[in-house]
């Protein structure tokens, strides 16, 4: 008997495909989130360092704020955040009017060349169980989802 089908026994509220297509998405995120959490710690990063770097990396010149909606955090959470990674030389700010500019540093640069793509690489392989096409589908579905929330 599948996991499934003891859920909807034991637990007859939880017979909705809506309800077991969010716990099994939310199980799978965290299987993903602890991989990428252990990675980072191992390069001497936590997951928020990294999310500063890849979006600083990709979108250089990104305003503090704009940093912290992509985050979907505070303004004053990300600038604790940069005020460490401004110390181990990762990140730049400079001031234009009213808003800091971020920028990586040269060593900044570095480790996002090098821990991006190796990132990027573990992330595909953990949807190595799904063909491209289905990748694709999970994809539009999820952007779908996503896009019907706001």
Do not use: Y
């Amino acid at each position: 008997m599948g996991i499934e089908s003891i859920q909807r026994e034991e637990r007859p509220g939880v017979r909705r495909h809506p309800v077991l297509a969010w716990l099994r998405l939310a199980r799978a995120f965290h299987k993903i989130s602890h991989c990428s959490e252990e990675q980072m710690r191992c390069k001497g990063l936590t997951m928020a360092q990294f999310d500063v770097l890849a979006h600083v990396g990709v979108a250089p010149g990104l305003t503090q704020q704009e940093l912290a909606d992509a985050l979907l955090v505070t303004k004053g959470n990300v600038c604790q955040l940069l005020d460490r990674m401004e110390k181990g030389d990762l990140i730049q700010r400079r001031s234009e009017g009213r808003a800091n500019r971020l920028f990586l540093t040269g060593t900044g640069q570095d480790l996002f060349d090098r821990i991006v793509p190796e990132h990027e690489d573990v992330i595909a392989h953990k949807f190595d169980a799904l063909t491209p096409d289905e990748q694709g589908q999970l994809l539009s579905l999820l952007r779908k989802l996503d896009q019907s929330l706001e």
